[in-house]
Each structure stands twice: as C-alpha cells, then as structure tokens.
C-alpha cells in the first residue's frame, strides 16, 4: 500500500482529542493505539495513515518529511524551536498552562524583588531561559525528563516550570503556582515542503480540521 499522507500523533489526550478532529476531515482510524501495540495505523482512507510517536517526537517526524502533518502541543513546538515546520491551526485541545511553581509557603516574589538566584528545576529548559531572561530573574536551570514536581520537595530546585491542567498534582505535592508563563494548547504542524508537492492532498485536511475547531482565516 502507497500512502499519500502520513499524520504523526501521541497516544494518550492528544490522540483522544484529536479523533473528532479527524472524524471531521473524514479520516477514521482502524484500530486505537491503546489496544493496539501497532506503531503505523490505517484509516478508513486508503491514502492516509497515522503514525504514534511520542509528544515530543511529533515536531522532529515532520520537520524531516517522515511525516506530512502531526498534532504537537506548543509547549513541546517552542522546546523543538518550529524550524521546518507551518503552524496553521490552534487545535485548541490539549489545554493547559505552562506555570512556574514552588512549594507552598516559598517566597517567591520577595526571592524575585531581591534580585536572587533561584534553581528551576524543568523539562522545558528553552521556554524557561527565555521566561527568566525577559524577567531579568537570575536561574540556574536543572534538565529533567519527567515528575518536576519532586525536585523542590527533596531540595534539587528552589522552584519548577511545568504544565499545569487541574492543579491536582501540584497540591499533592504541597506545591504552588506563583507565575503563568504562556497558555498552551495542540498545533496542527506541517511539513513545509509536503505543504507544496502535496497541496492538493494536504490543503482539504487543513481546511477540514480548522473547520471543525471554527477558525474562519484561509489555510497556508
Ligand atoms: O506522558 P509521556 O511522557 O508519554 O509524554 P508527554 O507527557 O510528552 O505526553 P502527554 O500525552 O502526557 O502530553 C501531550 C501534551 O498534552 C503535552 O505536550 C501538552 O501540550 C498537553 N497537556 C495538557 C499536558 C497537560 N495538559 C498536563 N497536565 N501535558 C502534561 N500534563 C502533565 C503535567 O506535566 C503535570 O505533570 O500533567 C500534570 C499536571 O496535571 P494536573 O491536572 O494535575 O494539573
Ligand atoms: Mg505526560
């Protein structure tokens, strides 16, 4: 089978969220990625397939064509830095907020006032840089790849840049939101070359899922 359009997607809330979108285009998927441990899956297309990746692979997949399209949340396109890629649609799934936070009781204004150093502990190490930077706060950043919210807890950071939704896993963990970064929802990405050799393709799948999420302005 020849593909025409391949579609990079995570498993998990964006897949969830992404499937009406999907319906909206006429693209129905064959199987879930959560039943199936199959990493390609068909469509009801016969010229679309879907491929699993994780979240912060989708931008990577597409900015190198292994991918036409993909569904990446902006905090992973500003972390990934966008280079190859459209950003035609705000999807607006996946919603979220990209928060500095710090144990309850931590002053972290006062620490801001005085002008001191504070350890971040995050995985979003470039929205962090440029955050502090515009603030003129002094940090120093510590990477990490998951579970943010135990480094201030065992004494690894002063304070976290993480995603927050509901806030429940920070208030388990005695933690607070002292700062909101940027708000963050999923992009539908494109292949900027793909865009051109496959417009005709491409192009009806832009205009379906902007569509469905009710964006009026033309496609790219
Ligand atoms: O989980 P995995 O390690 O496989 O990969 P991932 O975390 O990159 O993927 P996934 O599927 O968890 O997230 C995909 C995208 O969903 C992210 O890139 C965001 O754009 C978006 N999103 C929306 C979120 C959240 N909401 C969210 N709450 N991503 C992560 N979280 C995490 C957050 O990091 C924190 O640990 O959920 C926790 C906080 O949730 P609340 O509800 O307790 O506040
Ligand atoms: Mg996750």
Redesign the pocket.
Known sequence: MSYTITLAL?????FEETLPLLAAAGIVPNESPDSSRKLIIGTNRPDVRLIIV???DVPTYVQHGAADLGI?????LIEHGGEGLYQPVDLHI???RMMVAVPVGFDYAGKVRRGARLRVATKYVQTARLHFAAKGVHVDLIKLY????LAPLVGLADAIV?????????KANNLEAVETIQD???RLVVNQAALKLKHAAIHPIIEAFRAAVGDGAPAA
């Open positions: 995570s498993k998990g809330r964006i994780r979240a912060t990446a949340g902006k905090d992973v996946a919603k979220c998951g579970s943010m919210e993480d995603l927050v939704s509901t806030g429940g896993t920070l963050i929802s999923s």
